[in-house]
């Protein structure tokens, strides 16, 4: 899924598979559920593309329900959203309910850009993008479609 930024900036955001697929059955509630996302940005900063095994099924599932509350003008209970690996984050700079949020998509460890230098470690690196609330709801329900091909793998019994 794309998020078109201010400035022609874009974030491309794809789940392509399990951090361990050969697993058939979980060990525990999280641990077998990381994802590999595969991050690609056109931004200000420069251009660049990584795969990491960086959000589990749960926090995709967080990321889809902040999404689907800001789309219905409803208050999300936060305007940071992180997760367990604080490789990518999002903030909401306005208000919940504006006609068009202000969202910050910020990139951290190994979603940075793979060219900074230790000059660059302190910088910051982020798209913001202007979405309505039609755009909000398409965004949850494509992150939704990803997610879907990825259910939760529980332990048995469970």
């Known amino acids: 899924m794309t998020f078109w930024g201010i400035d022609n900036q874009t974030v491309e955001i794809e789940i392509t598979g399990y951090q361990f697929p050969e697993i058939t059955v979980a ?5 077998d559920n990381w994802l590999n ?3 690609n940005v056109k931004s200000n900063f ?4 990584t795969v990491y095994p960086s959000m ?3 926090d995709v599932e967080k990321l889809i329900n902040w999404f689907d509350k800001l789309s219905k003008n409803i208050n999300p209970g936060r305007t940071f959203l992180s997760f367990i690996e ?8 306005n208000e ?11 990139f951290d460890l190994e979603f940075r850009p793979p060219y ?12 913001d ?3 309505d609330n039609l755009e909000l709801k398409k965004i949850a329900i494509e992150l939704k479609k990803e997610l879907d091909k990825y259910p939760d793998r529980k332990p048995l019994g469970i």
């Open 96 to 106: 919940f309910d504006s006609d068009k949020k202000m969202i910050r998509i910020n």
């Open 86 to 93: 604080p490789n990518l984050f999002f903030e909401l700079f």
């Open 116 to 127: 900074i230098t230790l000059i660059d470690f302190d910088k910051e690196y982020f798209v």
């Open 129 to 131: 993008i202007r979405p």
């Open 37 to 39: 996302i595969a991050l």
């Open 46 to 49: 420069g251009n660049w593309s």
């Open 27 to 31: 060990e525990s509630l999280s641990a």
């Open 56 to 58: 589990t099924t749960a």
